[in-house]
């Protein structure tokens, strides 16, 4: 199956500086890539949808200036969280798809970010 | 405003006990269909999908999930759970006119072996 790849695992950070986050799809191209993030005993929430050689897209309520992303090429996204503060500690989650939407969507494992 | 709703939090089950996890959304439109479950430890996954036909989708290991449209529901069956099955099944539903995809709030089961 299709794998999805995500760097780092676990980040700890100092508020105030930025973190980065990379997905990579590793035996398909993504023609979009989806990033999620989830609160504990919670569900996901979509933050954004990006396609590649495009501007994501960011769900209301979402800071794009915040939550920078980044989808340069079709195996590659990037989530940047700029002036990280200790609200942004959360379990980021990105996923793939291999087609504009509407099909299935193959997940990453995962980011824990930790802003003290 | 589109939602899923997954009607069970938390499900404790002995192994060999029958499963039923309840899914409803509320978009009116065409939509595609999927069960994802997250075993500890690991990455969520796809169990099974529906796009269209036939609405009893077979998945993986023993899974199945009935689309009744009349009802807006995607209930996940499985007639005889295993202590493997101890997961978090999420529900989520695309509406295939906007591709954005709606999470259930997932629902935690746990088999006693």
């Known amino acids: 199956g299709a794998v999805v790849s995500q760097h780092p695992s676990r980040v700890i950070c100092k508020s105030g500086t930025s973190v980065k986050i990379e997905c990579r799809s590793l035996d398909f191209q993504a023609t979009t890539m989806f990033w999620y993030r989830q609160f504990p005993k919670q569900s996901l929430m979509l933050m954004a949808t990006s396609n590649e050689g495009s501007k994501a897209t960011y769900e209301q309520g979402v800071e794009k200036d915040k939550f920078l992303i980044n989808h340069a090429s079709l195996t590659l996204s990037t989530l940047t969280v700029t002036s990280a503060h200790p609200e942004d500690s959360s379990f980021y989650i990105c996923?793939?798809?291999?087609?504009?939407?509407?099909?299935?969507?193959?997940f990453g494992p995962g980011t824990r970010l930790l802003v003290l | 405003a589109q939602s899923v709703s997954q009607h069970n939090h938390h499900v404790i089950l002995s192994e060999a006990a029958s499963l039923e996890l309840g899914c409803n959304y509320s978009?009116?439109?065409?939509?595609?269909l999927f069960w994802y479950v997250q075993y500890p430890g690991q990455h969520l996954q796809l169990l099974l999908k529906?796009?269209?036909?036939?609405?009893l989708v077979k998945g993986i290991k023993g899974f199945e999930a009935e689309f009744i449209k009349s009802k807006f529901s995607f209930n996940l069956r499985k007639p005889s759970v295993q202590w493997s099955d101890t997961a978090e099944y999420f529900c989520?539903?695309?509406?295939?006119?906007?591709?954005?995809?709606?999470f259930g709030a997932g629902t935690r089961l746990f088999v006693k072996a």
């Open positions: 996923s793939a798809s291999g087609l504009a939407g509407g099909e299935t969507q193959y």
């Open positions: 989520a539903v695309i509406n295939t006119g906007g591709f954005k995809t709606i």
């Open positions: 529906y796009f269209s036909g036939d609405p």
């Open positions: 978009y009116g439109g065409t939509v595609n």
